[in-house]
């Protein structure tokens, strides 16, 4: 029994754990997309910057600004090009490295408002500015740490973005079994609450009716007790005793 219970327990952790990992492979396998980068690339730079005091969800936000700015705005490769960087062929995150690299040497005023033609804010471009010999040794160190693994993050991202659709898959056909139950208890549900409704009317005119009965009782009494007191009075009036003999 201990053994059964410990298996299905191992089963259950092992269950979240890939939802878990699933979830966040199928993110980063749309980020991928979204940036034009590899995810091993967009991991090993949210890495590096992790070491310099930004947070790898900050480093992902930048990146996918700066592509969406250079999609909006074809006309930013031109910055590329001033400082003779190759573009063609070459992912916007490796291009954007380059540029940052060639920002260095400017004054951090000027390079702040280049950046920021990328969505880039003036702390992201200080820190990374200041720090990028640093998360550069950060990022290989994360790309050599995954090739020793045999970890390829941009198949463990198709693994895991087919996985979190086959989960969703089942999840959306569960809810259609769920509302199909559902449509068939409902003229059930219908018919059971018109009985309940019948015998509650039915309570609340027994009700009503002993309610009735009770009035009409109690208004017999007030007017024969009415009768009675005004009968008394005229016959003490005319001198002649009581009905009940007594004067």
Known sequence: EFAGKSIIGVATAATAMVAVFSAQMEKMYYASQRIGA??????????????????????????????????????????????????????????????????????????????????????????????????????????????????????????????SQEWSDTAMQMDLVKTKLIMDIIPYAKAFNGIVQDVVQGWALILNSIEKIGLYKTGVQVFNGVRKGIGEVILDAMGIGHSDGTK
């Open 38 to 163: 590899t995810v091993g690339s967009i991991e090993a730079l949210k890495y590096g910057a992790s070491q310099i005091g930004i947070s790898g969800e900050r480093m992902q936000g930048a990146l996918e600004g700066m592509a969406q700015a250079i999609r909006s705005n074809p006309g930013l490769i031109g910055i590329f090009d001033a400082f003779h960087i190759k573009t063609k062929g070459r992912t916007p995150v490796d291009a954007f490295h380059d540029l940052l690299v060639q920002l260095k040497s400017f004054p951090i005023a000027y390079a702040e408002r280049v950046l920021s033609m990328f969505g880039m804010s003036p702390e992201m471009s200080f820190m990374l500015l200041k720090n990028l010999d640093k998360l550069d040794v950060a990022k290989e160190h994360q790309l050599a740490a995954a090739k020793a693994m045999g970890v390829d993050l941009d198949k463990a991202a198709v693994l895991g973005n087919e996985m």
